[in-house]
């Protein structure tokens, strides 16, 4: 553990604890949806439905990331509830577990009003689902 010092004002130094929380590399994904999805595609004969679908959903997702991201750098809390619903809502018919769970966690931030926390769950959301997006075309490939 590192210990940091940071000013909390001009005079005054304190020490915190900083943990350096290991990166995720596999995204945990529930394999059902993508399954469903590539059955269903399969039962009509065309896989290029189901990607296409696929395709859209993360399309939605990564708008919906794009739209998150513009209403905190505005510092606009309220409005970021409605896009972390609806990526956690597709993340979840997509089986991307941690994708959802962090967008749930984005708006509990948000409701909060923000500050570190906010920062750092946001930054949880897009890692998150840069993985995931790699992880479904992987999945794609099977």
């Not at 689902?129 to 992880?135: C, L, P």
Request: charged share 25%; proline share 4%; net charge negative.
């Amino acid at each position: 553990m590192k210990h940091v010092d940071y000013p909390l004002k001009s005079d005054q130094i304190e020490t915190a604890d900083v943990i350096a929380l290991p990166g995720s590399r596999c995204a945990n994904i529930d394999p059902d949806p993508l399954i469903r999805l590539v059955a269903d595609a399969a039962a009509d004969v065309d896989w290029f439905k189901a990607e296409d679908v696929i395709c859209q959903m993360l399309e939605e997702v990564a708008a919906q990331l794009d739209l998150l991201q513009q209403h905190l750098s505005r510092r606009d809390f309220a409005a970021m509830c409605r896009p972390s619903r609806h990526i956690e809502m597709v993340a979840t018919r997509l089986g991307l577990i941690e994708v959802a769970a962090a967008a749930d966690h984005v708006g509990q931030c948000a409701a909060q009003m923000g500050g570190p926390a906010l920062d750092a769950t946001m930054a949880r959301l897009e890692r998150g689902f840069d993985v995931a997006v790699g992880e479904v075309w992987n999945f794609r490939g099977m």
